[in-house]
């Protein structure tokens, strides 16, 4: 074959990584056949493929350690997203090589753990992971009984830090507590909303919204944007109660909030209910909030009050924008998506008077439909059997 130019090689990979027709684990295919038909497009490849990386094992973890010593380039410093996956009995930092290979990724911004006892995880290991200064931590079905190690693995970050996420995670059981004292001060402290910090938590049962709420209280480090998810699986309906509704969310100072509605039509009640329940949460905002753009993140919620929550957020006079995202679910047709969407934007007249409201469809591509997977699928992801 001849050789092409430099450019085009760059420019054929980077419109094949930057592919957004394309799933993930088909762009990380793709990367990879560009890379076996001609070694000319290995380096541009290489950076991509790389770049995020999921762990899962301690046999996994050995298996990369090896490849990345044997191999003459420098692997690991390509690494900028990690996501490990302790789900199994093999855990990843059973191996005596994870702290060596958490240390070589050098230019490491991204991490995300999940089912993690981190009381549990080697002091060698934490220690690793602490050495990082981290643009991004995400918790996944984590378990901490000792929020001072918690507390003292975010702080390590705290010059950094602009996204922290916690889903299905407990904190000292889930106790308001560990949001307060020094520690937690200067660990939280990154998300103070003159840094721009984000505070990402699934709201999976009643217990976690005075945790969320005891966040927000604090005037030292209140975020600047709050993401909050319902999860399909979410015992969120622990909240449909009679005294459900006596457990509203005041936002405070946050600026931005966005809701992620994983909805399925065999769970409408709940979702309805968790929909009037946000709706009461805009009602509470007083005057002088600093409340600027609101997302709901959504699918088939079409029948849904939207015109009451057009009404609460109309009332919020510092709201600046207000978008609706409608994602294309499994068994739905475009023709179906585009008829929600008209329907939405019929019930948001006051929003759309102020010409703050944005109602989009959202393809099955999206990276938010892939919820809970951090970076592109690579070689050693979680698809071992």
Same mark, same amino acid.
């Given at each position: 074959?001849?050789?092409?130019?430099?450019?085009?090689?760059?420019?054929?990979?980077?419109?094949?990584?930057?592919?957004?027709?394309?799933?993930?684990?088909?762009?990380?295919?793709?990367?990879?056949?560009?890379?076996?038909?001609?070694?000319?497009?290995?380096?541009?490849?290489?950076?991509?493929?790389?770049?995020?990386?999921?762990?899962?094992?301690?046999?996994?973890?050995?298996?990369?350690?090896?490849?990345?010593?044997?191999?003459?380039?420098?692997?690991?410093?390509?690494?900028?997203?990690?996501?490990?996956?302790?789900?199994?009995?093999?855990?990843?930092?059973?191996?005596?090589?994870?702290?060596?290979?958490?240390?070589?990724?050098?230019?490491?911004?991204?991490?995300?753990?999940?089912?993690?006892?981190?009381?549990?995880?080697?002091?060698?290991?934490?220690?690793?992971?602490?050495?990082?200064?981290?643009?991004?931590?995400?918790?996944?079905?984590?378990?901490?009984?000792?929020?001072?190690?918690?507390?003292?693995?975010?702080?390590?970050?705290?010059?950094?830090?602009?996204?922290?996420?916690?889903?299905?995670?407990?904190?000292?059981?889930?106790?308001?507590?560990?949001?307060?004292?020094?520690?937690? &001060?200067?660990?939280?402290?990154? #998300? /103070?909303? !003159?840094?721009?910090?984000?505070?990402? =938590?699934?709201? @999976?049962?009643?217990? $976690?919204?005075?945790?969320?709420?005891?966040?927000?209280?604090?005037?030292?480090?209140?975020?600047?944007?709050?993401?909050?998810?319902?999860?399909?699986?979410?015992?969120?309906?622990?909240?449909?109660?009679? &005294?459900?509704?006596?457990?509203? #969310? /005041?936002? !405070?100072?946050?600026?931005?909030?966005? =809701?992620?509605? @994983?909805?399925?039509? $065999?769970?409408?009640?709940?979702?309805?209910?968790?929909?009037?329940?946000?709706?009461?949460?805009?009602?509470?905002?007083?005057?002088?909030?600093?409340?600027?753009?609101?997302?709901?993140?959504?699918?088939?919620?079409?029948?849904?009050?939207?015109?009451?929550?057009?009404?609460?957020?109309?009332?919020?006079?510092?709201?600046?924008?207000?978008?609706?995202?409608?994602?294309?679910?499994?068994?739905?047709?475009?023709?179906?998506?585009?008829?929600?969407?008209?329907?939405?934007?019929?019930?948001?007249?006051?929003?759309?008077?102020?010409?703050?409201?944005?109602?989009?469809?959202?393809?099955?591509?999206?990276?938010?439909?892939?919820?809970?997977?951090?970076?592109?699928?690579?070689?050693?992801?979680?698809?071992?059997?």
């Amino acid at each position: 074959m001849a050789t092409l130019p430099p450019e085009l090689i760059d420019a054929i990979v980077d419109e094949t990584q930057n592919d957004e027709t394309a799933k993930p684990w088909e762009r990380w295919r793709s990367l990879l056949a560009c890379s076996l038909a001609n070694r000319s497009f290995v380096p541009r490849a290489r950076k991509y493929l790389f770049r995020s990386l999921i762990l899962t094992t301690g046999k996994r973890c050995h298996e990369f350690y090896g490849i990345c010593q044997s191999c003459p380039v420098d692997i690991p410093s390509l690494v900028e997203s990690l996501c490990i996956d302790n789900e199994r009995l093999d855990s990843v930092d059973s191996d005596d090589t994870f702290p060596h290979l958490i240390s070589s990724f050098v230019n490491m911004k991204s991490i995300h753990l999940r089912c993690f006892e981190w009381d549990d995880v080697k002091d060698t290991a934490r220690q690793a992971l602490a050495s990082h200064a981290f643009h991004s931590i995400s918790f996944d079905v984590c378990q901490f009984a000792n929020s001072a190690l918690l507390c003292s693995f975010i702080s390590g970050s705290a010059g950094t830090l602009r996204h922290l996420s916690f889903a299905r995670c407990d904190v000292d059981g889930s106790s308001p507590t560990f949001c307060w004292g020094e520690a937690c &001060d200067r660990a939280f402290d990154c #998300l /103070r909303a !003159g840094k721009g910090g984000v505070l990402d =938590i699934c709201i @999976d049962t009643r217990e $976690d919204i005075p945790c969320v709420q005891a966040f927000l209280d604090r005037t030292t480090v209140p975020p600047n944007e709050l993401k909050i998810s319902h999860l399909r699986r979410s015992r969120f309906t622990n909240l449909l109660g009679s &005294d459900w509704i006596a457990l509203p #969310l /005041r936002l !405070g100072s946050v600026r931005s909030v966005t =809701i992620v509605m @994983d909805d399925c039509p $065999d769970r409408h009640q709940a979702n309805f209910l968790v929909f009037f329940w946000w709706i009461s949460n805009f009602r509470l905002c007083r005057p002088g909030c600093g409340l600027e753009r609101v997302k709901f993140s959504v699918g088939r919620l079409a029948v849904h009050p939207w015109k009451d929550l057009d009404d609460s957020l109309a009332a919020v006079k510092s709201l600046r924008f207000f978008e609706v995202e409608v994602v294309l679910l499994d068994g739905q047709h475009v023709d179906e998506l585009i008829a929600v969407k008209v329907e939405i934007q019929h019930q948001l007249p006051r929003l759309i008077m102020r010409n703050v409201a944005q109602v989009r469809l959202c393809e099955p591509s999206s990276p938010m439909v892939l919820r809970g997977v951090h970076g592109v699928l690579g070689p050693f992801s979680s698809s071992e059997q």
